[in-house]
């Protein structure tokens, strides 16, 4: 394993222009479930159901249910050390953007400067009548909460059933394609059409690094069996040492 985290630090260094995709994976260790952890909230709520776009119309108050205790404590999740290397990764030139999946905000919150959401953020919340914006965890009371105008208020978050956000779509495609090394961190590579963005990024030739306990992403062109915290902080020193 020491070689790997050498061989790895080595091609970002030399290669640079990296880009990070990641899943829910990296926020695992800063205590958010990931859809397929044993025993979390996945388990009891199927999220294509509770966060479907179809449900939300019908009954918001399911989706509020999943989510409304997340929003309200919005502010008390804090990024970890995957989180914070991959910032530290940017300040020092080499990573050049965050693709991620998440809609926690942990990225941005860790001083990552170049993030795209694309599945949104919990963070923004909307009126679906009026269009006033309210910021997490500052949501007004009920599941689901309604505005003061007594509309219903949505999180600015890509339900199953809608599209991606065009222009933060359009910035993953470009970035994958035009990357020298992809990191691929905690994701499970099944969710479209994020799980097709390595790919991507390999047939413009560059070289992809996955960081997983679980391998996920069958091609890539190398494989750290580890979690998020502990492999992205040694490749961060494996840099500095470089
Ligand atoms: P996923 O739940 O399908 O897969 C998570 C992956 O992370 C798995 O492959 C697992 O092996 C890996 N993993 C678990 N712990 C890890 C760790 N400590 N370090 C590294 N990897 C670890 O998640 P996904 O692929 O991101 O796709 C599912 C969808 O889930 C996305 O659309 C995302 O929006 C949503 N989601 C987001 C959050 C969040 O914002 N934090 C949480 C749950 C689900």
Known sequence: MDALYKVVAELLVKLGSCVALTGAGISAESGIPTF??????WDKYDPMVYASAEVFRQDPSKYWLIRGEFIRNYGSYQPNPGHYALAALEKMGILEHVITQNID??????????????????????????????????????DPPFCECGGVLKPNTVLFGEQLPREALETAYQESSSCRTMLVIGTSA????????????KQNGAIVIEVNPEKAFATADHYIAEKAGKALSRIVEEVKIG
């Open 105 to 142: 905000g942990l990225h941005k919150k860790a001083g990552s400067q170049r993030v795209t959401e694309i599945h949104g953020s919990l963070r923004e919340i909307y009126c679906q009548s009026c269009g006033k914006e309210y910021l997490a965890p500052h949501v007004p009371e009920g």
């Open 36 to 41: 397929r952890s044993q025993g979390g909230l």
């Open 190 to 201: 099944v969710v479209q059409p994020a799980a097709s963005l390595p790919s991507l990024a």
